[in-house]
């Protein structure tokens, strides 16, 4: 019986990842908060995230301890005027993802407890509506680094 052993342990491996793949079906790629001016009370967070489960999924809060606020937004364009709507969730579809990026959907955070600067890491825990917290942790980039990182430049 010398593939018993070899089995059960692939049997074990397939139940794992499987029971890992069910718990968690969202990713967060390339979470980034821009730099502000030292000045300013306000800062925002980009990220993309994917959901690939079968149902929707549903941000319905964040806490950061570097930050007293962090609420949900999107950009809209209201007789040519640039307006943050105010969202209670950030809405993942089944299937599918959301951007949040400069002009669209993006996490507002309020009145730094200490001042940020590139190069900072801040982590940021995302309440699902499902009881989850999902921890990040969130680099703070320069704009311009961020678009240079973007591009695609072969040297
Ligand atoms: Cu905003």
């Known amino acids: 019986m010398k593939s018993s052993p070899l089995l059960s342990l692939l049997f074990l491996l397939l139940f794992f990842s499987h029971t890992a793949a069910a ?85 507002m955070l309020f009145n730094p407890v200490k001042k940020l600067k590139a190069g900072d890491q801040v982590n940021l825990d995302l309440k699902l509506e499902n009881g989850d917290v999902v921890n990040l942790v969130v680099p703070v980039m320069k704009q311009q680094m961020k678009q240079m990182d973007h591009s695609h430049m072969h040297h």
């Open 23 to 107: 718990e968690s079906s969202l990713t967060f790629d390339g979470a980034w908060i821009a730099e502000a001016p030292p000045s300013s009370r306000v800062m925002v967070a980009y990220m993309k995230i994917k959901n690939s489960g079968d149902q929707i999924a549903k941000i319905i809060s964040a806490t950061s301890d570097n930050f007293k606020r962090i609420s949900f937004h999107q950009t809209q364009q209201e007789n040519e005027m640039a307006k943050m709507k105010h969202m209670s969730t950030l809405t993942i579809p089944a299937k599918g993802q959301l951007v949040l990026e400069a002009g669209s959907h993006h996490i």
